[in-house]
């Protein structure tokens, strides 16, 4: 059925929510969108006793003062009443209305995000660039929507073949601190209910816990046992300088040659050079161990990454042989 022009009933703008934004749950998704005091939508209660309009606030949808019926459009809002001598707390029940033109707009950005990765979009020239861009460009060495959502495990040009590679490399940065990212915190209040503060940079101690990147939906979650499993942070935001620096492009790396090899190969590779080395002979600084990637048609940052997982502590202490040297 067509949608007029009314505002919406609770029911039909979790229905909105629910196509706009797919996620596990349609009315936490709803409770997101609505109590996202950054950028609120309109809600108001119309009391079933001589139609009383309240305004609901953004803060009532995450704090637990806003009780709601998950199939009806009916609902209970605690009122904080202060005068100047005492403050007093009151329920008011009745139907739940949301802005129409509010919730639209709200959730037009995301609808956009949602099938963006239909098209071949380019983000090279854009200053800010979401997980999913960052991902596809270490792995591949492009900035393209598509290609972030279709990569694989394997089958890849370049230094980093797997989407999985990817993700570890760029752990590894965030946990070191050499690179940065900003986000929404998101923690859950009650069963139903959870709060999303303001845009924050994730502390680099967040990322020492076992965490699981989503890059379809933007979120990076903390899956540990003793934290809670829905403590995540939603809207990643990388600056694409950053990006760019830590991960040159494939064609800009001092003429390295792309091959397709896969990333296991590489590691088993790496692992026999470690093994194998003579030793009577000086350990290899982290410049020849690059050079012998580049005989591979490696990126450095992907031996470099290799070289801190499995080379032994004297091969982290090998310094860079004189100039005249030969690589091994």
């Not at 007093?88 to 959730?107: A, C, N, Q």
């Not at 861009?133 to 492009?142: M, N, P, S």
């Amino acid at each position: 059925m067509p949608l007029n022009d009314r505002d919406f009933t609770l029911t039909e703008a979790a229905q909105r929510v629910a196509v706009a934004c797919p996620g596990e749950n349609e009315w936490v998704n709803l409770t997101a969108v609505v109590g996202d005091k950054d950028n609120a939508v309109s809600s108001y209660l119309v009391t079933n006793e001589g139609g009383v309009r309240h305004n609901i606030p953004p803060v009532a949808w995450i704090s637990g003062d806003l009780k709601f019926n998950h199939v009806s459009d009916y609902g209970t809002l605690t009122l904080q009443q202060r005068s100047l001598r005492s403050s007093t707390r009151k329920k008011v029940s009745g139907t739940i209305w949301i802005s129409r033109p509010d919730l639209d707009e709200k959730i037009s950005d995301a609808t956009e995000r949602q099938h963006v990765g239909e098209e071949t979009t380019d983000w090279s020239s854009k200053p800010i660039w979401p997980l999913r861009v960052v991902l596809c460009w270490i792995a591949t060495g492009k900035a393209r929507d598509k290609d972030s959502l279709d990569l694989t495990m394997e089958g890849y040009d370049g230094a980093v073949s797997s989407f999985n590679s990817a993700e570890e490399a760029l752990v590894s940065r965030l946990q070191s601190g050499e690179i940065g990212v900003t986000g929404k915190p998101r923690r859950a209040i009650g069963v139903h209910n959870f709060s999303v503060g303001a845009r924050e940079t994730v502390p680099e101690i967040w990322w020492h816990d076992p965490v699981t990147l989503d890059a379809e939906k933007n979120e990076a979650r903390l899956c540990g046992v003793s934290i809670p499993r829905d403590h995540s942070y939603l809207d990643l935001q990388f600056k694409t300088d950053v990006v760019r620096a830590l991960w040159p492009s494939h064609d800009d790396d001092n003429g390295a040659t792309a091959t397709r090899i896969s990333a296991n190969e590489i590691e088993s590779a790496y692992k026999k050079r470690v093994a194998e080395w003579p030793t009577e002979e000086r350990h290899p600084s982290r410049e020849e161990d690059e050079a012998w990637g580049r005989e591979l048609g490696v990126k450095r940052e992907f031996i470099r990454e290799l070289r801190r997982k499995f080379a032994p502590p004297a091969w982290q202490e090998a310094k860079r042989p004189p100039k005249s040297g030969k690589i091994p």
